[in-house]
Antibody, heavy 124, light 115 residues
Framework: EVQLVESGGGLVQPGGSLTLSCAAS????????LTWVRQAPGKGLEWLGR???????DYAAPVKGRFTISRDDSRNTVFLQMNSLKIEDTAIYSC??????????????????WGQGTMVTVSS | QSALTQPPSASGSLGQSVTISCTGT?????????VAWYQHLPGKVPKLMIY???KRPSGVPDRFSGSKSGYTASLTVSGLQAEDEADYFC???????????????FGGGTRLTVL
């Protein structure tokens, strides 16, 4: 069974830091690209960034320079390190990934695997 | 970059068809044939319904179809059934001045009501 399980959320003060984890099982983790998204209360989904299988990363403008995505293939885990947190970073954070059909992979244009998410609240 | 634009709600009667739109720009929906659609039921994780504009993953009924014209992608649900009542949102690749590669934009979601 495929599972993506996020952890590490909680309450943090503005300006603080938090690191989220996403543990994967049931997928070929070393070849997978993992993406982090978030959904603020009452808002739509927001793409935050991705990490490819070779470790290269891309970030959305609102979090570039503050958030860092990394991966530990030995633990089948991807991380989201968040620094300089702002009140507007309050959201449910989820990791997601795609799939391959034969030799064609849709790692980050079509997401068929979603974690349940972990809540991050930034408040004083 | 702004999210893709979807109508907040849509409705249709049992057995009828309904189409949900997802409007972007020349930099996202208009530039790439990588539009996906998701069904989101309360308390569940989103389910991929359509990818690459019009392809259905295994197990998705052929009542669900996708298309694109210009900057607008569409999801059509034919032969509406009660279990189709859910939130639907779209996504698309987008070019970015900030990221080294393409980024992904999501739509705000459309609540589909089956009358």
């Amino acid at each position: 069974e495929v599972q993506l399980v996020e952890s590490g959320g909680g309450l943090v003060q503005p300006g603080g830091s938090l690191t989220l984890s996403c543990a994967a099982s049931g997928i070929s983790f070393t070849t997978a690209w993992l993406t982090w998204v978030r959904q603020a209360p009452g808002k739509g989904l927001e793409w935050l960034g991705r990490i490819k299988s070779d470790g290269t990363t891309d970030y959305a403008a609102p979090v570039k320079g503050r958030f860092t995505i990394s991966r530990d293939d030995s633990r089948n885990t991807v991380f989201l390190q968040m620094n300089s947190l702002k009140i507007e970073d309050t959201a449910i954070y989820s990791c997601i990934t795609g799939f391959c059909i034969g030799a064609t992979c849709h790692w980050d244009d079509a997401f068929d695997k979603w974690g349940q998410g972990t809540m991050v609240t930034v408040s004083s | 970059q702004s999210a893709l634009t979807q109508p907040p709600s849509a409705s249709g009667s049992l057995g009828q068809s309904v189409t949900i739109s997802c409007t972007g720009t020349r930099s996202d929906v208009g530039a790439y044939n990588y539009v996906a659609w998701y069904q989101h039921l309360p308390g569940k994780v989103p389910k991929l319904m359509i990818y690459e504009v019009s392809k259905r993953p295994s197990g998705v009924p052929d009542r669900f179809s996708g298309s694109k014209s210009g900057y607008t992608a569409s999801l059509t649900v034919s032969g509406l059934q009660a279990e189709d009542e859910a939130d639907y949102f779209c996504s698309s690749y987008a070019g970015s001045r900030y990221a080294g590669s393409k980024i992904v934009l999501f739509g705000g979601g459309t609540r589909l009501t089956v009358l």
